[in-house]
């Protein structure tokens, strides 16, 4: 064997034996990994859960729903934490990935359930429903020649939705014709509408509605403060109205605030289990209209996102809070996407203002809500009480208005929609079988069956009668009592069919509202300060 062969030949040999402890190595090394991993307790309970699971489906090949079974068991697992962290669904989490751009590709239409698929409660502006001629009061019964009567919101909306410029064949049921036909309409882009109004009122002050902080908020509300704020237009105050926001992204949050406070100022910290999730917000930006004095509306229905900024404007001073005690969420949720498309959002810290203010106390990520920003002025808009809602859940206002629409507009421009409409809306809700029943006269009512079982003394059972006859007869007084807010719900459904939603805020919701009045009262020093 000449030199070069035998040289060629060790080299082989050396590779071939290196190679061979790399793989003895890798084996011993894998399998002391999976050694270590398999005696992970809950890799165990995992492997264990997935034995049942087989056996199940074994034993119950043709009784059970394996899909059911793995949803409930997730459902007991996240039973055991706060109500916010979840398992989330792979349509749910392409849904909230698109939204994080500040917009989704589908119709331009708000639904809700309905017994025959989808109610449509309002219509984007030049969106493509409202292009094809869709109104609020259709029912979509069909999309591709699915039916979606009975299917969840969730799975029926998401029908609606798809990639920019594709198409969809609905159905559409419109009671006012009695009547059901197809209509092709091209799916597109739509924003996201964080602002329906944003404008002077007649004293002066600028108001803005904001409706949520999901990504593009900041932006929207920046751009609104640079339209409306300038050397000619300067406003007496400012309120910034976040009642009934349910919040959204913390950096929307911050990037909000940042907009009103000075640069420097604390804005919002989190403290959470890990260091990893321990932050400080400072203010970096332009104030905007720094000598403005300025409020901020809130309701229990402001939670999260909106809390943060109500705080952060309030501890630095920079805003009054008016309405009533926040929801209480001071709590912070992150999002891990599995392989699959599924996904977790579970909560990871809680935040607080300057002065180490929490609205949680620790640990309470596992409780619901925390304690809330109570307001410096307190005031309790009417929304008609159990009653009010009961008949907006019951959406039969909505109904009413799309069934008389044009003798309603023609009512409003000639200043005679009165109390008699809110007659006739009655008349239609007995009809449509809507029943209110106050919890006074559903107490009453378990009374009285307690009195039928245990055959009661006579004087009972006729006082359990009067009392339901009485109880009953309230019950449906409330119509006259609450008619001024139903004819007020009346009106501003009618001017959003007929004008939009802008014009809804600038013609009725911004003069009439009481807690609008009430802090541009405070804000003009036209009123004294204290609690109403």
Do not use: C
């Amino acid at each position: 064997m000449n030199d070069t062969a035998e040289k060629t030949f060790l080299i082989s040999r050396r590779t071939v034996v290196w190679s061979l402890a790399i793989m003895a190595l890798m084996v011993v090394v894998a399998g002391g990994m999976a050694v270590y991993v398999l005696s992970d307790p809950g890799i165990q309970d995992a492997i264990t859960l997935r034995r049942a699971a087989l056996y199940l489906a074994d034993v119950y090949p043709a009784d059970l729903n394996t899909e059911s079974i793995v949803a409930r068991g997730r459902e007991a697992m996240f039973g055991q934490l706060d109500r916010y962290s979840t398992y989330i669904s792979h349509p749910e989490m392409r849904q909230r990935q698109e939204e994080l751009t500040g917009g989704y590709h589908g119709i331009g239409v708000t639904v809700v359930s309905h017994d025959f698929g989808l109610l449509v409660m309002s219509v984007r502006e030049n969106g493509p429903a409202a292009e094809a001629a869709v109104l609020p009061g259709d029912v979509i019964v069909r999309a591709d020649n699915v039916s979606l009567a009975g299917l969840p919101i969730t799975a029926a909306s998401s029908l609606l939705r798809g990639p920019e410029g594709t198409e969809v064949r609905l159905g559409i049921y419109r009671e006012t014709t009695d009547d059901t036909t197809t209509v092709t309409i091209r799916r597109r882009r739509i924003e996201l509408l964080h602002i329906p109004f944003a404008g002077y009122t007649q004293d002066s002050i600028l108001y803005i509605r904001l409706l949520d902080f999901q990504a593009g908020a900041a932006d929207d509300v920046r751009a609104a403060l640079d339209s409306l704020v300038t050397e000619a237009a300067r406003p007496r105050a400012m309120i910034l109205d976040l009642r009934g926001n349910p919040g959204g992204l913390m950096n929307e949050a911050f990037e909000t605030a940042n907009l009103f406070l000075e640069k420097g100022a604390f804005i919002v910290g989190t403290d959470g289990r890990s260091r990893w999730n321990e932050y400080a917000w400072y203010a970096r930006g332009r104030q905007r209209a720094p000598q403005v004095p300025m409020a901020v509306l809130v309701d229990r229905g402001s939670a999260s996102a909106a809390e943060i900024v109500a705080g952060a404007l309030r501890y630095n001073d920079r805003a009054i809070l008016v309405g009533d005690t926040t929801f209480g969420k001071g709590l912070v949720q992150g999002f891990w996407e599995f392989p699959g498309g599924d996904g977790l959002r579970l909560t990871t810290s809680r935040y607080y203002f300057a002065g180490g203010v929490f609205l949680n106390d620790f640990d309470t990520m596992l409780s619901h809500t925390g304690r809330g920003l109570v307001p410096d002025h307190i005031i309790r808009v009417d929304d008609g009480g159990r009653f009010g809602r009961e008949i907006d859940n019951s959406l039969l206002l909505q109904r009413f208005v799309g069934l008389h629409l044009d003798d309603l507009v023609d009512a409003w421009q000639a200043d005679s929609l009165d109390h008699v409409w809110v007659e006739r809306f009655a008349m239609f809700a007995y009809g449509e079988g809507f029943s209110y029943e106050s919890p006074v006269t559903a107490a009453v009512e378990r009374f009285s069956n307690v009195v039928a079982v245990e055959q009661a003394d006579v004087s009972l059972a006729t006082i359990a009668s009067r009392l339901g006859d009485r109880s009953r007869l309230l019950d449906n007084q409330l119509w006259f009592l609450y008619a001024d807010h139903i004819l007020d719900r009346l009106e501003r459904a009618v001017v959003e069919r007929h004008l939009g939603m802008y014009e809804t805020y600038r013609r009725i919701i911004v003069p009439r509202r009481s807690d609008i009045r009430l802090a541009a009262g405070l804000l003009l020093h036209k009123d004294g300060p204290g609690q109403t």
